[in-house]
Structure formats: structure tokens, C-alpha cells
DNA sequence: TATGAATGAGATTTCATTCAT
DNA sequence: TATGAATGAAATCTCATTCAT
């Protein structure tokens, strides 16, 4: 009399089976991320990402709904665990420098490296609306925490009054930029370079507190269109 | 109104039809420009930039042989620029900490201004062979000069030690980058961005000469992978 | 349990076997029925009824060749219960209108009521020659038996003389249009409302016998193009 | 010195040039009009109504944005000109089952004839929101229309009482299905099978007053789910 | 029997480019 | 020189169907 078998192994979604799809999911993931930083996200074709995952093209929308949500994860992971990075810096007892320095190293860790969804990130502009809002809004939550960590080195004396924005700016673009020049099989590890540019963008916040006349220390304001 | 009233003055050969076309080049290489900026190159149709310079889309290839001509020029131009400011800069006598403010600041200029040509510049991937390759032996060239300047500076003792081509790319990167976020409506001019920047990136590599064990300051050899 | 214990009892020919697989086939048609109905027949998808039905799309495939199938069977049935409600109507002995009145409501109940089958009927379009043809005589066969049973009212002068096709026509056309404006949940229900049209439908063949010069009263000819 | 020569007549709509333009959109209207009619709206390819039109796919989008807008512009040609006919048909002075004779005739017309835009029409539910809603509300206000029509012919007397709102709907279903039965190259005209549906279809709305309990003479009230 | 995964054909749509005038 | 119109290739996406297990 054991009619409705609905014995919980018969739906779409028994646990080592989703265990399985997921892992796929993962490895798509890292494809994309890889095409994405190869090609720039505009000139990557689906065609390209189902073929460096190893799959036809239609397989793709089996795992993903299209490039947005592709696109979507990609950024979304990368933009949090800098996020993590840069709290983990902000609550460290260590001198703001080496705060800093911690999230440069992470943030370079994590664009380049080749991590599940790492990508050349924050080429937003292609999302839809939907997606792209709440990337957006990560996106300027971690720009103002780059921002609030160099404010707090001024406001210790350890670094020279600056306009933070700005130079938060400046550092961000640095560390993005490196994903156009990296080449995994270069002579140069990751670890490397993260150490000399690392070394390079807190240096030129240091110093002898030295009068500034442009100086803006204002408490940092999120501004929307920026672009991390 | 009788100059050059030969029978077919109006031929493409005749010096005023030459002159009122390339004058008509330009405004489309200016309004090309402007939607390669505000778009980004992949997302920029034909279609956007004859409407930007006012023809209709067909019009446009009676001037430019395409769109990789058209991006070809953009960059072309822009690069040459640069060039010619790193040259002024090496060729000046100031210190080498004013030698490269000057080329940050001209690149800057070139890179957010209204000028003919200039585009958030260095979308290259798309072009075909024939147009990328001397693009990208330009764009080498103005990374090697960047790097002789800061390697000059180290010689001379202005400069602490370090590794120069990674240096070079860091303020490259943040030079570029700006592109990104700057906004033609916002707060600060050029002008002081360009102020502000160049002070950021030149205070890093100043500074007490500190002994630094992973220095490099090989000569600089053309990496032509990089992407300046 | 030991029923029909031979080795291999769950081999597709056994007896049990079969009748559980035919109630399963059923079950699938009348999921299929309410997905063809709901969606209309082009926008009903494989995996639409398959989730109705609470199987998987692989699955579906063991039950039925495929989409076409699904359809004709859906189509076949229908028609075929309407087919023995008008061979009932034609056999029984009451007024020809108590008759015609009995095949609308068979109509809309075998087309708006949750039978195994029962589709927004006749969007044959889409079968392959194989299937469409079959359904196609049986259509145009029930379309004969409505024309003979209106004809068969004039010839004993309970109806007006009329245009039996155009007439024949009209009434399917208003039965058919009902599963497009017909809602489960509505106030109506099929009952109500078949006893509504039917009353409509009838008046206006009965009334005041009165001449009809464009009357077409000919014997009914099968129409093969023509969709009931 | 006539530089700007905004004279009118080189943007890219000039008087003659948007006449022919607009031509065209009529003849693509009118090739996809067929095809909705001939092949269903939901089984119409854009390769069809190209191939019908006589042009490439692409440049069906030089002149419409895509399906949609297509079967919309159909669409709503086709329900404006049956709104008018209603209202016409309400304005006049006839007796009322003569204002009911003139819609059917005009809906026929409509829907049959080879009219720029005319659809076998209704079906919306592939459309998307922005667009079925308008056409929803014009079908609705139409369905009114007719019950209005009916209601009116009860209340002078002229027709016996009956659910309105049912026998619209048993009308408007036995028209709107004469799309899929028609055949232009078949034997009667248009004028004959629209003179035929409406005295049928009107011969069972009048007749003595009989005493009918079911019937529903309340005012009509827009049921917005239903489809005409 | 049943499933998740895969596929290939085809649909709609976009767009640089060309053509006739 | 300039235009509206046309084209063909490619991009994204859908979906009935099949396959390995």
C-alpha cells in the first residue's frame, strides 16, 4: 500500500546528486571567470565559456539562466569576499598600514587567482538593472571601506592628511588594472607582486605629515557612480 | 568662390574638398571618441557614433573604412600624445619627481578631456592584427619611457629603489582607471584630479632611500603582453 | 504477493505491469490535457507537463514517442467521445432540438471539464501529416453528424431552413471559443453554461418557419480544409 | 557660408521618403497579418512573415522592434476598427438586431479580409505586459460593447431576455472562429457568410418574450479575465 | 522505470557593413 | 557625398529529444 513513494530520493534534488550539480556549477563558474578576465567581459561569447567549461553552448542555460546571472556570481563572490577582507582588516589591532596592505593583498589574491567566480571585476555596466543595483551597492560599500581604513591612518598620524577619495581611487585602479597585465605564467607569483604593490600605494601614504592645502579628510560620502 | 574652379573641383582630389573632409574626419573622430568613453568600446555602435556625429550610418564609411579604423585613430592619436609628453618630460631639466607629474597629468588630460580622439583608451582586443600590433608597440614604448623616468629618478637619488616596471603599472593603472569614474559633471575638474593623483603616485616613490632586498631595477625590456 | 510470480515480473509484457503503466499513461494525459489547455498547445513545453505530471522530462519519453503524441492522443480522445455523443443524439427518439441540445453540452463538458485528454481542442497545426490527418477525418466526420442533425430538423420542420455548414460553423465556433474564456473558478458553472448556449444556440435555429431564398439545405459534404 | 545645412531634407525621415517608409510598415503588417492568420500567431516564425513580406529577417527589425510590436500593431489596428463599428453601430437608429447585424458584418470584414493588420485576433497571451494590457482593455470594452448592444434589444423589447454576457460571448466565439475555417479562395464571399452568421446568430436573440429564469439582465460588468 | 545531464537544431535579435540611388 | 534600405553573420537563448546510469 506504499503508493506515494515520495520517499524524498525520486526529486529532482537528492543530496548526492546536488552535491554533484553543484560542483559543476563551480567549475562553470571558474571557466567564465577565466574567460571573462581573458577576453573582457563584453567580448566574451557564451559560445567561449561553454567551451572552456567543456560543454555545448545550450548545456550552459541548464546550470545558469544566461551571461547576466553568469556574470552576476562571478562579481557578486569576488565583491564579497573583498568585503570579508576588508572587515577582517578593519577590526585587526595591527598599525592602519598593515590593515591596508592586508586588503591589497586580498583584493589582488582574489582578482587574479584562479578562484571560482574571481573576475576582472566590475564591468557592471551590461547587467540588467536588477542585477546590477545590489552589485553596485557592494561595489560603494567596499570603496568606503578602502576610504574609512585611509581616513583612520590619518586620523592615527600614521598616514599624511590626503583626499581620500581620491587616492582610494587611485589604489583601486591600480589593483584592478593588474588583471589586464597579469599573465598566470609569468615570472612574477601573485604573492609578488601583491607584496610590491602593497609596498608601493602605502608608501605614498606615510610619511612626514606634510600641510596639504588640498586636503579632504571629510567623513567619506558613497558616491553612486563611482566606479571601484 | 572662384578658387580652384577647375571642371571638377569637386572631385575628392581638390585642396578645399580635401580640407572640408578631413576637418569632417575629425568632428567624427571627436564624436567617436565620446561614445567610446561614455559606452566602452564593445558597447559602442556604429550606429551611436554617426548619430553622435550627426550622419547617417552608411555616411560613415565614406570617412573611415570601419570601426577598427575609427578605434584605430582614437587610440592612435592618444598614445602618440602621451608619447610626446614623455619625451618633453625626459627632455626637461626640472627633477624627475616634476618630469613625471607633467606625464601624469598630460596623460590624464588626454585620457578625460573633450579632445578629438581621446578615448578611455587601451580596448585594444578587438582590433584585427594589423591595427593592434603597432598600437601595442606604441603603448610599450610609453610604458618603457614611464619606467626610464622612475628609473632615472632612482639613479639620481630622488626616488627610493623598487621595481620599476611594476611601479610603471600601478600608476598606469590608477591613470587608467579614471576613466572609469570620472564624470565630466562632477566636483573636481581635471585639473585636480590630475593634482592630486600625481602627488599620490609620486609621494610613494620618494621617500627616504630605504634598502629594499626585492628591488629591481634591471633595465627595462619591453613586456608585450602588458597592457599599459 | 505472489501473483503471477514468473522470473522476470516487472519485464514491460506482465499483466500487472501493464495495467499500472496504463494508468500512469493516463495520469500523463490528463496532465497534459491541463498544461495544453492552460498554456494553449505551442507554449506548453515537454517540461511544463512532465512537472505536472511529477515526473521527469527523461521520463516522459517512456510513456509517449513525444510532444506529437501527447497531442494526438489528447485530440483523439475528445473527439472521439464526441463523435459517440452525437451517434447517441442521432439515435435517440426525442425532438431533434432535445438532440442537439445534448451534443453541445457533451461538447463543452468533454472540452472545459478535468477529463483525461480533454484539451482546448483542434490546434492540430503543429502534428506531423501522420497524426493530423486521422484527427482531421474524425473532425470533419463530427462536423457532418452536427450538419445532418440540423438538417435533419428541417427536413421535419422543427428548424428554419438555414446555410446547415455556415449554421454547423457557428455553434462549434461559439462551444470551441469557450475554453478560451472558461475559468474553473468562475461563477458559472459547465453545466450553467452549456445550458445557456444551448438554449442560444437553438432558438436560433427553431422559430417561425420563414422562407430563406440563400437557404442551403444540399447534403452535407465533408469539407476537408475546414477546422470545427 | 551655408554650413549648417539643417534644410530639412537630409534627416532621415523627408516628407517623401517617410511616405514610402511608412508604406512598407503596411505591406510588412499586411504579410504578417497573413501569417498569423494562416499559421496561428504562436507557430508564426519571424522567417515567416520575412519570407512572406519579402525580405531578409534582419531588416524586419529596420522597420518593427520584433514580434511583438508586430502582432501588437495588428492587434490593435483590428480591435480599434471593431470599437468603432460598435460605436457606430450604438449611434444609429435602426432597430437594434439591424446595430447587431452591422458589427457582426463589420467584425467578419475585419478579421477575413486582407486588410493591413488583420488578425484572427486575440491571441495576446505571448505578448508582454506593457502591450497586452491596452489591447486587453480595448478587447474588453468591445465585449461590452456587444453585451450593451443586447442588453438594449432586450430592454426595447426586441429581443427575449438571456444571459448577456454569455450569449456575447457565443457570438463574439462563433466570429472570432471563422478565421479558422475561412478560406479566401473558397465559395462563399465574405458578404455571404457574414450575412449567414448574422441572421442565424440574431434569429436567437428575438422571438416572442418567453419567460426565461435564468437570465441575467444586470448591467454589464467588465470581466477582465475573459477573452472575446 | 526513472533521473540528471547533455545535445543540436532553430528561434529571435543585433549589428557592422554594403548597396542603389 | 549622403541617404534609407538591405544583408548576412553571429550572438543569446529555447526546447524537444536523447543518453548514460
New interface residues.
Given amino acids: 500500500m506504499v503508493q506515494n513513494s515520495n520517499s524524498s530520493s525520486n526529486k529532482?534534488g537528492s543530496a548526492r546528486v546536488r552535491r554533484k550539480s553543484e560542483a559543476r556549477r563551480l567549475e562553470i563558474l571558474r571557466a567564465a571567470a577565466r574567460v571573462f578576465r581573458r577576453?573582457?567581459v563584453?567580448?566574451a561569447g557564451m559560445r567561449d565559456i561553454a567551451e572552456e567549461a567543456d560543454l555545448s553552448p545550450g548545456n550552459l542555460y541548464y546550470y545558469f539562466a544566461g551571461k547576466d546571472e553568469l556574470l552576476f556570481f562571478c562579481q557578486d563572490q569576488t565583491v564579497d569576499r573583498m568585503l570579508e577582507a576588508a572587515e577582517a582588516a578593519r577590526a585587526s589591532t595591527l598599525p592602519v598600514a598593515d590593515q591596508l596592505r592586508a586588503v591589497i593583498r586580498a583584493h589582488l589574491h582574489y582578482t587574479l587567482e584562479e578562484l571560482e567566480g574571481a573576475t576582472a571585476h566590475?564591468e557592471i555596466?551590461?547587467l540588467a538593472e536588477d542585477l546590477r543595483r545590489p552589485l553596485i551597492e557592494k561595489r560603494d560599500k567596499y570603496e568606503q571601506a578602502v576610504r574609512a581604513l585611509i581616513a583612520k591612518g590619518i586620523k592615527r598620524g600614521e598616514f599624511?592628511p590626503?583626499?581620500t577619495a581620491?587616492?582610494a581611487?587611485?589604489?583601486?585602479?591600480?589593483?584592478?588594472?593588474?588583471s589586464?597585465?597579469y599573465?598566470p605564467d609569468g615570472k612574477?607569483s601573485v604573492s609578488?607582486?601583491a607584496?610590491?604593490?602593497a609596498?608601493?600605494?602605502?608608501?605614498?601614504?606615510?610619511?612626514p605629515p606634510k600641510a596639504?592645502p588640498?586636503a579632504n579628510t571629510a567623513p567619506a560620502r558613497a558616491i553612486s557612480?563611482?566606479?571601484?
Same sequence: chains 1, 2, 3, 4.
Fill in positions: 529532482p577576453s573582457g563584453a567580448a566590475l555596466d551590461m599624511a590626503c583626499d581620491l587616492v581611487r587611485a589604489i583601486l585602479g591600480a589593483l584592478n588594472w593588474a589586464r597585465w599573465r612574477q609578488a607582486i607584496q610590491g604593490l609596498d608601493y600605494l602605502v608608501r605614498g601614504l606615510a610619511g596639504n588640498n557612480g563611482g566606479q571601484t
